[in-house]
């Protein structure tokens, strides 16, 4: 007769084999439901200005690996990139248009929660703020929700607030986190104090926000032809605020964040496009770090970067400055040529300035914003944040890549959004902005190499040019150099170098062996010359694409 084992030992055994399936459905039920706790961080302009411009611009001078990369002039790599040389979506930034482009109308529509403030009854004003004559108020409409109202100075109606919201729009397309923006119009009668409304005065007191404080408030505010108020509303995010995006080191007590921010390409990257768009008050005071459930319910921390009103022509108060973006807020190296030029010297914004006249454009609602003397090599954002100067030739390459997907169309819808009353501004601004888009691709697609969209089949690797199929360059007039090198472990043997006039390469079967792979690298040059772009290393097996690596 067969023995059967006995039912006290089949117990164990079973529990046994299923205790990491167990402990795998615990973790993950723990994981859940633990909130996520992270410390709030408190940062302003002040702040940014002091630790921007004097302490880290001191300090660094004691940091002997960064006089090192200083002098030999090397860059380290981005950390955020995946083994394609892409930037996977994160809290961060999510891949948009570039991508999968968007409709005309998710364009226009950008970040969306809500149809916009409810400007058909009343406005209560639960909090004002008033800088100098430039008011502002949180206001939450019939619905309940909440939006902070921005407006325009009185003599540049309809600047801020286009910028703002066009900005936005812009960021939205390229892939970062933003708040919702509207620009919306509406009867100052609809505005009223709610009855624990406060405000912070210019006298620096907390004060109560009362009908005669309000009306005293409205009065710095320009209304259109009809009577009514413009402003740009930016919806107050849904979560828990942990203060700003730092763009220096990283936050340990964020499970998520696992590399110093200088080393993310999307924090380098920020400062071309913010170029591109003009903005150049992109600082940590001006970025959220917010804790909100995501799709899949789970408490992440999502970094947002937020106020856009130094877009384009506007510099918040009114037109731009002319030295924006050509100096840093407080730049000492220009300010030592300057001196030591006994003044003589004329810079390019001074003689930019000049051409113009002395004065921004003819309209008010467009500001100071053109594209002389733009140069995407030279132009500088506010503070000199060290993220943004660690910049490197495939950071550069990956935002301009995306830049050049805006078509004229495009851009022509974003800043449709801004509702400008005169057609002829919105067109100066798609000009402006189509003009700028392609200096600055022109500029890194030279810098780095434009080759991208690999694709491997059948032993053919193809790729795009993009500075031909943006127009930069024929095709005609196009070659490209490639090393084959096949690698053994750490070894590796060159065994091909060929010059191609299309973009793409058939590779030998026999350049394979068991157990190695073939590092191509791709340099395109100017056909009849000696002159070649950057590399691009393509790593491959039989099969498949290993990985692909834009030269720093």
């Not at 994981?31 to 630790?51: C, H, M, N, P």
């Not at 004097?54 to 955020?80: A, H, I, Q, W």
């Not at 877009?311 to 050509?326: E, N, R, T, W």
């Not at 006039?501 to 026999?510: H, I, K, N, W």
């Amino acid at each position: 007769m067969e023995m059967k084992e006995p039912n006290f030992m089949l117990k164990p055994v079973h529990l046994f084999k299923a205790l990491p399936f167990v402990l795998t459905v615990f973790l993950l039920t723990a994981g859940s439901a633990q909130a996520l706790e992270i410390e709030k961080q408190e940062t302003g302009l002040y702040r940014d200005v002091f630790d921007q411009t004097v302490f880290y611009e001191g300090t660094n001078l004691l940091r002997f690996d960064r006089l090192y990369r200083l002098l030999f002039n090397k860059k380290t790599r981005s950390l955020d990139a995946n083994i394609y040389d892409e930037i996977p979506d994160s809290n961060f930034f999510v891949n948009r248009h570039f991508r999968s482009p968007l409709s005309a109308s998710d364009l226009a529509a950008g970040y969306r929660v809500t149809p916009g403030p409810d400007v058909s009854s009343t406005l209560t004003v639960y909090k004002g703020k008033n800088e100098g004559q430039h008011s502002g108020f949180f206001v939450r409409d019939s619905r309940g929700d909440e939006y902070l109202f921005k407006f325009d100075p009185f003599d540049n109606f309809e600047l801020t607030t286009s910028a703002e919201v066009i900005a936005s729009r812009f960021y939205y397309a390229i892939g970062y986190h933003v708040p919702q923006y509207d620009v919306v119009s509406f009867d100052p009668a609809l505005l009223v104090p709610a009855p624990d409304a406060r405000v912070v005065d210019d006298t620096g007191f907390n004060k109560p926000l009362t009908a005669e404080k309000l009306a005293e408030m409205m009065l710095f505010i320009p209304r259109d032809h009809n009577g009514h108020y413009r402003a740009s509303a930016s919806k107050i995010l849904k979560g828990e605020n942990k203060g700003y995006v730092p763009f220096t080191g990283r936050r340990s007590d964020d499970p998520e964040d696992l590399y110093d921010h200088e080393r993310l390409r999307t924090i380098r990257a920020l400062s071309v496009f913010s170029y591109w768009l003009g903005n150049n008050d992109v600082r940590e005071s001006n970025t959220l770090d917010y804790v909100i459930s995501d799709e899949k319910g789970k408490e992440v921390l999502r970094h947002y970067i937020i106020d856009f009103s130094a877009a384009l022509g506007s510099s918040s108060s009114g037109a731009k400055a002319p030295m924006i973006m050509h100096e840093y807020m407080v730049d000492y190296g220009e300010t030592a040529k300057a001196y030591l030029a006994l003044g003589l010297w004329e810079k390019p914004w001074q003689k930019r300035w000049r051409e113009a006249g002395e004065k921004p454009n003819d309209s008010p609602a467009i500001g100071y914003f053109d594209n002389r003397y733009f140069d995407p090599a030279k132009a500088k954002m506010q503070l000199p944040y060290m993220a943004f100067k660690d910049l490197t030739r495939a950071d550069g390459f990956w935002a301009a890549k995306i830049i050049n997907s805006f078509s004229n169309d495009d851009i022509r819808t974003l800043v449709g959004t801004g509702k400008l009353s005169r057609p002829e501004d919105a067109e100066y601004l798609v000009g402006v902005l189509a003009e700028r888009r392609d200096i600055i691709a022109r500029y890194w697609f030279e810098k780095a190499s434009p080759l991208d969209a690999f694709e491997y089949k059948d032993h053919v690797l193809s790729f795009h040019d993009l500075a031909v199929e943006a127009g930069f360059t024929s095709a005609e007039a196009r070659s490209y150099h490639v090393e084959v090198i096949q690698k053994t472990g750490k070894k590796g043997k060159r065994i091909a170098s060929l010059d191609l006039t299309e973009p793409s390469l058939r590779l030998d079967p026999a350049w394979f062996s068991p157990g190695s792979s073939l590092h191509v690298f791709l340099r395109a040059s100017r056909s009849g010359t000696s002159e070649t772009s950057a590399y691009v290393l393509v790593e491959l097996d039989t099969e498949n694409i290993q990985s692909i690596l834009h030269q720093d």
